[in-house]
């Protein structure tokens, strides 16, 4: 059996090495060369870098005679899930759904605000205006906010990619408005780098506790900072897990 894992996240990393304890014959797809990384301690692990359309998707699966499919990217990554279901369900392939554990704290502190998308905070009454503002919300999405360096003081945190400092420079960032390295950071961390920047309120995504989404709430407490949190995308997975232990449970049936 074939297992075709969709990576680039933490939490594939311990799928790809659940598995390969398992002795399961594996091959990880990331969509850049530097997710690659990710898998070093995975010797002579295979894996494919790149994009893939539905239609490179259906032969990717056929050239490597794939047999299941297990989905750990990203939350926020919907077009690549969406594009994965499709084609499985076209070709009576079993999916799985791997979900990092959410953060259940939202709704029980003061300084949290969840709002469904960015498109709110830029407008002319956002709750950015005329503040310090910390983004972590991924180099993709700076670009959002290329306008509205005047109404406010934008820092961003992004990965430590070429890709994603090429994004954020052409988003207006300086580089002393940048800080590029790989969550999650410890609560010491999180905190001196707000501190640092006098961080007046931080952007983010419901990234779950993989993204260091629980840490940021506890720092927002300890400083009494707003944190605005973007909701995570819902789809209608067909079968969806949040426990290593149900991953053998979906290999072995």
């Known amino acids: ?37 990710l898998y070093q301690s995975l010797e002579k692990q295979k894996i494919f870098v790149g994009k893939l359309t539905e239609t490179e998707m259906v032969k990717f699966i056929k050239q490597n005679q794939v047999n299941k499919v297990i989905d750990a990217s990203h939350p926020f990554a919907v077009n690549i899930s969406q594009g994965v279901i499709k084609v499985c369900q076209n070709l009576s392939l079993p999916y799985l759904r791997y979900e990092r554990p959410l953060v259940d704290l939202i709704g029980k502190m003061p300084s949290v605000t969840v709002i469904s998308s960015l498109s709110s905070l830029i407008t002319e009454d956002s709750p950015l205006t005329n503040k310090r503002v910390l983004l972590t ?56 780098l707000w501190e640092l920047w006098n961080i007046e309120i931080v952007v983010t995504k419901a990234g779950g506790k993989a993204g260091g989404e629980e840490i940021k709430y506890q720092v927002a407490e300890a400083l009494n900072i707003p944190l605005i949190v973007i909701e995570s995308p819902t789809l209608d997975y067909p079968l969806i897990v949040d426990r290593l232990e149900d991953i053998s449970r979906f290999i072995c049936h």
Not at 155 to 172: F, M, N, V
């Open 1 to 37: 059996m074939v297992i075709w894992l969709i990576g680039g996240t933490s939490e594939s990393v311990a799928i790809a090495s659940f598995l390969k304890q398992q002795n399961q014959n594996l091959i990880i797809s990331v969509t850049t060369t530097a997710a690659t990384q």
């Open 137 to 192: 919300i991924g180099a993709k999405s700076l670009a959002l906010f290329t306008a509205f360096h005047h109404q406010a003081t934008l820092y961003a945190r992004i990965l430590p990619y070429h890709d994603s400092l090429t994004k954020a420079y052409q988003a207006g960032f300086e580089c002393d408005r940048i800080i590029a390295m790989r969550p999650p950071f410890n609560f010491t961390f999180e905190k001196a």
